[in-house]
C-alpha cells in the first residue's frame, strides 16, 4: 500500500525524474521565469527551493551539493552570484505559481513558475502602501480632532475661493451686456438692405 506518500512521480521513472527536474531548475534560474504544467510546477518548486536555500551559505561544499542536483555549471554560478543575493533575506518561498489558460492539445492543466525576488509586474504598490503605516497610537479624541479641524478648515478656503470666482465672472458679464446692444444696433440695418432687393 501507498499510504502517505505524496510525491508525484509524474508518471516517468526516477533517472528521467531527475533529470528532467535538474533541466527544468537550470532553466528557472537562468530565465527566471518558465512555462510548464501545474503538476510539473508543484514538483519543480519542492525540488528547488532546498537548492535555492543551499545557495545562500556560499562554501566549496555547498557549491558540491548544489551541483550534484543540477550538473551545470553555469547555473551554480549564477545561482550563487546572482540569485543568492537577491534572496538572501528571504526566509523561504523563492517561487511564484501562477495558473494559466489550459493547453490547446491536450487540455492540460498550465502554469508560470517564477522566482518571487525576480518580479517586476506586481507587488511592487503594495510595499510602498505598507511604508505609509505606522505603529504609534494616538487617543481617541485627537483623531476625532484632527478630522473635524481639517474639514472646517477646508470649508473655509472653498468659500473664499467661491467668493473671488464670483467677482472675477461679474466684471466679464458687464463687458458683454455693452457689446450687446452694439451688435444690436447693426442688426436692424441688414434686413432693410434685404427688404430693398426684393424691389428691385
Known sequence: MRHGK???HLGRTTSHRKAMLANMASSLIKHKRISTTLAKAKALRVYVEPIITKSKNDTTHSR???????????????LFRDVAAKVA?????YTRIIKL??????NAEMAL???VDYNEVYGQDTAAAEKKTTRRG??????AAAP???????????VVEDAVVVEQEAAPAAAVVEETPATEEATPEAPAADEEAPKA
Not at 533575506?89 to 518561498?93: A, C, D, S, T, Y
Open 148 to 158: 473635524a479641524a481639517e474639514a472646517k478648515a477646508s470649508k473655509a478656503e472653498a
Open 138 to 143: 494616538r487617543s481617541k479624541s485627537a483623531k
Open 101 to 106: 489558460n489550459n493547453r490547446l492539445g491536450d
Open 113 to 115: 513558475i517564477e522566482l
Open 64 to 78: 558540491r551539493i548544489v551541483f550534484s542536483y543540477l550538473q551545470d555549471k553555469e547555473t551554480v554560478t549564477e
Open 6 to 8: 505524496k510525491h508525484n
Open 89 to 93: 533575506n528571504r526566509p523561504g518561498g
